[in-house]
C-alpha cells in the first residue's frame, strides 16, 4: 500500500472539483472540512424534520430488501443501529472497526478524487452529513447522509467487499498518476454504485446507488427494459454510463470474491488496452450489448 498522500487532494479552503457536468456550487458547508475534507457530524444541527426524513426513507427501503438486496447487505443493515433517528458516525464506526477495521468519517459533501481515493484506501468511508430537505424525499441530486450510510455503509461489514473498496482506493491514487481515473471511475460506478450480483435465488443488488434508490432497486433486479450483462473488467471500462436516469445496463457479478480477484491485477496494462481498444472501436453506448456476450434476464416481479 503507498503512503497516503494527499498532493493534490488538500483542502486549499475553495470548494472542490466535483464530478459531472453541472455548474452548481457543491452543497455543504467547506469551511468547516479538515485539510482531508472531513469534518466533526454537525449532530445538533440536525432537526426533528431530518430526523423524520431518516425515519421514513430508512423505513421505506428497508420493507424492498427482501428479494431484491443481496443477503451480505440484509443481514448487515441493521448494524447501522436505530431507524429513529440520524445515527451517530461514532457509534456506526465502533462497530464498524471490529467487523472489518473499515471507520466512517464525515464530509461536507463531494469531495476532490484524490482526497476520496486516499480515505478509501486508509480504510476510512467519507459520509456526508447533511441530510435531504423534504421536497427531495424521492431524488437528490448529490449523495446526502442516506444515500452514504444506508446504500454503502452496511457492505463493507463485509470483510471481502470491505477490501475491494480499500483496493479500490489505492488503485485510483495510482489511477490518478496515470491519467486513468475517468476509467476507474466506471468501475466503482457499475460496481460499488449499481452492481447486481447472481445468486441461486436469482438476481440481487449490492450497488449503493440502487439500494438507496425507491424506484431504481426494484427496476434493476426485475424490469424487462434494462441490460444485465456478465461483469467483465475491460468491457465494463469500455462502457458509459448515465447520471440522470436509472441505468440502461448493470454488470453481474457471480460472488464478491470474484470481483476481488477480478480487479486484484495491476490495471497499468488494462488502461493501456482499454484506451486502445476505444481508440479503433470507440466507446460502448449505456444499454449496448456485444454480440456473444453473457446476459442475465429479469427475475420475474418481486412480491409487493
Ligand atoms: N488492481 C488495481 C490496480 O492496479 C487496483 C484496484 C483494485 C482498482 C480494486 C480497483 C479495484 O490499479
Ligand atoms: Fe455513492
Redesign the pocket.
Known amino acids: 500500500m503507498p503512503a497516503v498522500d494527499f498532493h493534490d487532494g488538500v483542502n486549499k479552503g475553495v470548494a472542490p472539483v466535483t464530478y459531472g457536468t453541472g455548474s452548481r456550487p457543491p452543497r455543504g458547508d467547506y469551511a468547516k472540512a479538515r485539510a482531508d475534507y472531513t469534518c466533526e457530524q454537525a449532530y445538533a444541527q440536525y432537526t426533528e424534520a431530518d430526523h423524520e426524513t431518516y425515519r421514513r426513507l430508512y423505513t421505506r427501503q428497508l420493507q424492498q430488501l427482501p428479494g431484491l438486496a443481496c443477503d451480505e447487505f440484509i443481514s448487515a443493515v441493521q448494524q447501522l443501529g436505530t431507524p429513529e433517528h440520524i445515527p451517530h458516525f461514532d457509534e456506526v464506526s465502533e462497530r464498524l472497526l471490529i467487523a472489518t477495521g473499515w471507520q466512517i468519517v464525515g464530509v461536507p459533501g463531494l469531495i476532490p478524487e484524490e482526497a476520496f481515493f486516499a480515505l478509501l484506501a486508509a480504510r476510512k468511508f467519507p459520509v456526508t452529513d447533511w441530510i435531504r430537505k423534504p421536497e427531495e424525499f424521492d431524488y437528490v441530486v448529490e449523495p446526502d447522509v442516506f444515500h452514504d450510510l444506508f446504500g454503502h455503509v452496511p457492505l463493507l461489514f463485509n470483510p471481502v467487499f470491505a477490501d475491494?473498496m480499500q483496493?479500490?482506493g489505492?488503485?485510483?491514487m495510482?489511477?490518478s498518476r496515470l491519467d486513468a481515473a475517468e476509467l476507474?471511475a466506471r468501475?466503482y460506478w457499475y460496481t460499488v454504485e449499481f452492481g447486481l450480483i447472481a445468486t441461486p435465488q436469482g438476481l440481487r443488488a449490492y450497488g449503493a446507488g440502487i439500494l438507496s434508490s425507491a424506484g431504481e432497486l426494484r427496476h434493476s433486479v426485475t424490469s424487462p427494459q434494462a441490460e444485465r450483462v456478465a461483469f467483465d473488467l475491460q468491457r465494463l471500462m469500455r462502457s458509459r454510463y448515465t447520471i440522470d436516469s436509472y441505468q440502461a445496463t448493470y454488470f453481474v457479478i457471480d460472488s464478491f470474491d470474484q470481483l476481488?480477484e477480478a480487479?486484484?491485477?495491476?490495471?497499468?496494462p488494462?488502461y493501456r488496452q482499454v484506451r486502445d481498444r476505444i481508440a479503433v472501436e470507440g466507446e460502448i453506448a449505456a444499454g449496448a450489448v456485444l454480440a456473444g456476450e453473457r446476459r442475465f434476464s429479469a427475475n420475474p416481479p418481486a412480491r409487493g
Do not use: R
Open positions: 475491494y483496493a479500490y489505492a488503485g485510483g495510482k489511477a476507474l468501475l476481488f480487479t486484484a491485477p495491476d490495471f497499468t488494462v
